[in-house]
DNA sequence: GCTGCCTCTGTAAATGTTTACACAACAGGC
DNA sequence: GCCTGTTGTGTAAACATTTACAGAGGCAGC
């Protein structure tokens, strides 16, 4: 394989020369410019990545760290997608990893991914699904920089101050709720399990827009420890048990909304005519239900962009901490909210 | 930072023996081992992964490249996932990488990500979502050992016949058709494009199927350029345009399978009672539709792991080609599926 | 007691790039 | 003519790890 030297022999220059014409770093003639580019064509020469990154003291590489090995959503996905698009016009490559925590157990011990714990082998870490703090502690002491999607740390009351990026659940839900009494229903229930902060968050918006409105807050908001899917299913399930059905259904995200779904249509309550159901999140693969799901719309790509952004601002900036920011949501009223039976 | 040779003098050893303890290669003494391990304790050491990867002349890292930088599926997803867990447990690292058809059109000039034209940057590369041969071309002149996940090829008649991982689209069509003639449906229509390889294979399966059971094959298989959902809906509205109905519809794929039942929920026709309907991939989330949609499994994860362990199979053994696997599939016969309407 | 094998350790070589620094040539200003 | 700044090029150092090879010591078999 050619290296550098061979290169420069070829060319007739010095090793220093042909670095300098690689990279574009320096002062070189264009004649001599032009006779190295011709060397490295005819030897088909490819310079030697690792040499390069431990020359420059940089890998130029992110990680990517879900924390959930078994599962990824869609807008965990869609974050990668836009994380590595980002990434890689400034120059730099994504390394994907998952972890989970050792003995199943949240707040157990972790181990990081072994790459991690190499020196050099990356510049910095983007987390998605990771919800507990002591793995920010571990960064911290490899002296990683990271950025954190979301802002979604259970068993605390703060929330992450900086190196966040989250959606704004609560004007988002504010909105959601708004869009919803605007059409004239005045018994909106929410479900989602408050105990989770993103839900309360949500919740947070929904009893707000209620209150202002007048009107009583309720729903299903206990903790149950299941899948959202079959969570949105019971929920449903009791809402239509117990008193006066709700004519609007806000769930916290989209698969609880699904799940509320699979009940309504199970029990061949029509949507939207006999019920609205409005969920949280847009995520891509609900939005083909007949008639659509309404939602709200986290503007996932934005938001893979805006991570990769803000860590690559931090780089090279050690101790640098950098505002949580918020990004702004949009309701999109789609077929599955109408206006209320009464109102018809 | 410490290096090994800090960690050879503070155990008062020789940086070879160092080397050999921290990689358990060769003879050393127990007690010798424990002094090296107290050091690298003390002096918090962390190899420098570059150096390692230069001086064992491999990265130890392979790259999973999406023929499509806009959308993954949620298949490719659960690959990339299982991918990940299985390149991790033999020591290995996966960098994401996607790419586009410079020009945006199929076979024109493509731009590998800048990684790959780096000696030495990654060991080998598993190809998803990859559909024109030109790319293997380029891997082959990098002298980059490659997986093919699928075997999707357009524009040739041939199919790959070694370092692909495909599913076996014919026997899995069959089966998915023998379930519903077993049900008693007579008029099956299939739907799906059969100038793309995959839905070709799948129709191949189904018409053998009805041929075997004496009955005519039909349905939608026209080239029309459209997103699959639009695809399945337009479809499903021409099949129940002209002539008798059928009474089950074997769609190439569940996209398509979504966007049929979106237009049969639309008509107010009933799953299963009326219309029974069944899909392909069994992609997760429209397991979620209401009856559940039966599916041809293609069991993901397991795809993943073979993909990653037949890339693992070619390292270091160049010019190594192994054979084509095809994996098989399994009909998941769930409530979209039922006896025909006569039958009852 | 010699031979050969096993165990353990150290020496030294090899790996390809970037970059600080030196230096040369030349132009322009005084 | 001398100084200064700009431009282009070369020399050499620095980077941390693995590993081939050498060699020392112990021990078993003859």
Redesign the pocket.
Known sequence: ?A???DVARRA?????????V??G?????E??ARKVRKAVEELG?R??IH??R???QASQTVCFLLGNRDAMNSMQMKVLMSCERALNEAGFDLVFASFRYSAGVPGSRLDLPRLLVH?GAVDGVILAGVHYSNLLEALSRLKLPYVVMGNTFVGTRDELKTDSITYDDVAGAYEATQCLLRLGHRRIAFVGDVSLPWFRRRHGGYSLAMSRAGLEAFGVTASWEIRNIDYGQLAAAELLRDGPPPTAIFAGNDEIAAGVWKELVKRRIEIPRQMSLMGFGDREEFSLLEPPLASVSVFQERLGAELAQMLLAKLGRPGLRIPARTLPCKVLERGSVGPPPAAR
Chains 1, 2 share one sequence.
């Open positions: 394989m290296t550098v030297r007739g220059v010095s090793i220093a020369t042909v670095s300098r690689l990279n770093s320096g002062y070189f003639d004649a001599t020469y310079p030697n040499w390069r431990l020359s420059r020196q």
